[in-house]
């Protein structure tokens, strides 16, 4: 009996799991059932004429490439979802690997609210977290700090680049060069571009397609300059170092932002940690006036009550506080 609410908590875990996954694979076969019907031509309606004009063959056409379109949309924003935030994370795991991860961390977060003596619903709680919330959101941590250091180094990629092409080297070479000499996310990135052109994707794909691992507006517009280059036949260094000197005023001013807005930022810190230290305190200067948060039923819902609305509180002033350029 005293494993039950760990039983319990694992069973509703994977049963809702479950039900998501396959309300999902469900959507997603009446998806691509109904795609290939309209691509076909079957309305499943009215019987389809045989001998259609050619207005009718170019509109069914469009039709078929337009929902082709739209499905090959869907199925990159799909990606993005889960494996592509691991890739913008820098991990090489496959999906697989990440749910089982997160299984082992709903375990260690059932084990460890089971052992604190919380009630049954805490414990599934706390299933869902280290299920959903707390494996996401290290990776969203893992991404946003590898983006930041791409940031970081990518106006001084960019150039080196412009100076190897100024010296007459072909823009495959530099890219090569940028690759072995700048280290972490803009080495790695500008090495996976050159490994994709060399197999014949076009250089402009290939940064739209880092654009997807680093989904920066810095990168969005080097994809872009890449692209009207590849369309117009500009000269290249130059959009570059438009580029540059673009992303390094970029930077310049979301420093300036954040140093106007670290006052703010101070309050809000101060104002979130308040309660907890106070709490704390009194919890080790005088236990028997908080006793009462901990061993009863009406405390504990008090309590976490508190916690919430506090977390609530938290998000709303980060919100307030999170000024993006």
């Known amino acids: 009996m005293e494993f039950l609410p ?9 049963v809702v799991a479950g039900t998501i996954i396959a309300v999902m694979i469900n959507r997603e076969a009446e998806r691509k059932k109904r795609t290939l019907s309209l691509i076909s031509g ?7 004429k045989v001998n259609e004009t050619d207005e009718q063959n170019k509109r069914r056409a469009d039709l078929a490439k337009k929902l082709k379109d739209e499905k090959e949309e869907e199925k990159s924003k799909r990606k993005t979802t889960l494996s592509m935030m691991l890739e913008q ?12 991860f997160s299984i082992i961390w709903m375990v260690l977060f059932i084990v460890a ?11 599934i709680l706390a299933a869902f977290i280290g299920l959903f919330g707390f494996p996401r959101f290290i990776v969203k941590k893992m991404a946003a700090k590898r983006q930041k250091n791409f940031l970081m180094e990518f ?4 150039e080196a680049t412009v100076r190897l092409l100024k010296a007459g080297m072909p823009v495959s070479e530099a890219i090569a060069m940028i690759a072995k000499e700048f280290d972490g996310p803009v080495g790695d990135e500008m090495g996976r571009i050159y490994d994709q052109q060399k197999i014949g994707v076009p250089l402009h794909e290939a940064a739209q397609e880092a654009m997807r691992r680093i989904p920066l507006a810095e990168m969005q517009m080097f994809a872009t300059g890449l692209s009207i280059q590849a369309q117009t036949g500009s000269s290249l260094s130059e959009v570059l170092m438009n580029l540059s000197g673009v992303i390094r005023a970029r930077f310049k001013l979301k420093r300036k932002i954040k140093a106007l807005s670290s006052e703010a930022i101070a309050s809000a810190g101060i104002i979130a940690s308040l309660p ?24 504990n819902m008090m ?5 919430l609305w506090m977390g609530v509180g938290v998000l709303i002033m980060k919100q307030m506080i999170n000024f993006r350029v």
């Open 6 to 14: 760990i039983i319990l908590a694992v069973v509703v875990v994977l």
């Open 42 to 48: 079957k309305s499943g309606v009215a019987d389809v």
């Open 89 to 100: 994370a820098g991990l090489s795991w496959s999906v697989p690997k990440f749910w089982i």
């Open 113 to 123: 609210a089971y052992f604190m003596g919380q009630s049954p619903m805490i414990i």
């Open 155 to 158: 106006p001084d990629a960019l």
């Open 276 to 299: 907890v230290v106070v709490t704390t305190g009194m919890y080790f200067l005088n236990y028997e006036y908080l006793e009462v948060m901990f061993t009863t039923k009406t405390g």
């Open 303 to 307: 309590l976490t009550g508190a916690v």
